[in-house]
């Protein structure tokens, strides 16, 4: 519900801005500011009181759905503890494993109000699933990295046999020009407004212990291409001169001082808008990796470098619908999805959203933790 409350209240005092700067302009001159605050504050109480009774009207109507958790390998504890996060609209009730006879899990699912599908051999899936569709019972299944893939397909009817096509192309070249375009003229403007942010940063960074004021690191972008991604230094110097990755961790002894705010507010990606003008990046793709990172997750992952199809972004698919403690494997689901449904307007969304997810602890740029059993 809190979300819900700022997003109004933000939309609320953008729309009143914009209409006192619109009756300012039909006056010639600058009106009192102090009706459109009250107006302002009348507004932003509306809004909370509407959201409040709107949202326990819909918890006193409506009770989270009664679920069945079948699962495969995995106990499915992660799944159901995230299903768990959501109590308001869903409640795992029971969990079964696929190695019990079919039968007998086809025989408890109409007891439920839905089921969850967590990494269960295609026989068995395609089972439940057929079973659940035709009894009319919601369905959900934590998808397959070839099930993302099709996603992206074309259906197409030849004659009257429906196929789908997957021709591996992840964008046609209109695509293609009109990122290229939206990446050049939005980084472009953000350097020019940011410019006394980007010089301000950089002359504390320099102050702060006389070190450079850049910090380059290998990455790894579109097909496989290494380049330097810039970063405004928020460590001390050499902070990895044995060339191992030392991940950050709170108070760590190595963030300076000035280090410490300009990663909390993210400034020290600021630079990246550099890479972006270059064509090394992109502002919405994958999160580029370390060259050895991404020889690591490929041997445990070998569709890890499918994310590689097109350039690495500032933000993501990934970045926004993460978490710290999300899989490689999950994140590698999440640009997939990304690649095989991109569309200019989704890129835009992506840009919006990055600003609600940009100060949160949870948003992270790299894969922490190893799981190889969903992607079969």
């Known amino acids: ?40 504050a009348v507004d932003m ?27 495969g390998n995995e106990n499915g504890e992660a ?9 308001d609209r869903y409640h795992v009730s029971e969990m ?3 190695t019990e006879p079919l039968e007998t899990i086809i025989s408890r699912i109409d007891e439920f109000d839905g089921v969850i ?27 397959k990295i070839s099930d993302v893939i099709e996603s992206g397909g074309e259906e197409i009817n030849l004659f009257d046999t429906p196929l789908v096509l997957v021709n591996g192309i992840s964008m046609t070249l209109g ?13 472009l403007l953000a350097l020019i407004v940011l410019s006394p942010v980007f010089i301000l940063t950089a002359l504390a960074v320099k102050l702060c212990d006389g070190g450079p004021v850049f910090f380059k690191q290998k990455r790894v972008t579109m097909d496989g291409r290494e380049f330097d991604i810039l970063k405004f230094r928020s460590m001390i110097v050499d902070a990895e001169k044995d ?35 270059k064509g090394d990046m992109s502002i919405v793709g994958p999160r580029p990796e370390r060259v050895e990172n991404v020889k690591e997750y490929t041997e445990q992952i070998p569709e890890f470098p499918m994310r590689l199809k097109v350039r690495g972004g500032l933000t993501g698919y990934a970045r926004v619908y993460g ?10 689901k999440l640009d997939l999805m990304y690649i095989e449904n991109y569309s200019v307007m989704l890129d835009l969304r992506l840009m919006l959203m990055t600003a609600r997810v940009i100060f949160s602890k949870e948003a992270t740029e790299g894969f922490e933790n190893k799981d190889e059993d969903e992607r079969k």
């Open 45 to 71: 109480v509306v809004a909370c009181v509407y959201v409040f009774v709107c949202t326990f009207i819909y918890h006193m109507t409506r009770r989270p759905y009664n679920m069945l958790m079948i699962y």
């Open 96 to 98: 079964m494993s696929y």
């Open 1 to 40: 519900m809190s979300e819900v409350v700022i997003s109004q209240s933000v939309s609320l005092i953008i729309c009143n801005i914009i209409t006192y700067l619109q009756l300012c302009l039909m006056d010639n001159r600058m009106l009192s500011t102090t009706g459109m605050l009250v107006l302002t």
């Open 243 to 277: 060339h191992t990755p030392h991940p950050a961790e709170d108070e760590d002894p190595r963030i300076t001082k000035v280090g410490k705010y300009i990663r909390a507010c993210r400034l020290d990606e600021l630079p990246q808008l550099l890479n972006i003008i």
């Open 323 to 332: 978490k710290y403690n999300t899989t490689p494997l999950d994140k590698l």
């Open 79 to 87: 799944l159901k503890t995230k299903m768990d996060g959501r109590g």
């Open 117 to 143: 599908v967590s990494d269960i051999p295609a026989e068995q899936r395609n089972d439940i699933l057929k079973y659940c569709y035709e009894k009319e019972i919601r369905i959900y299944l934590t998808p």
């Open 175 to 187: 695509n293609r020009i009109a990122k290229r375009s939206m990446d050049l003229v939005l980084s």
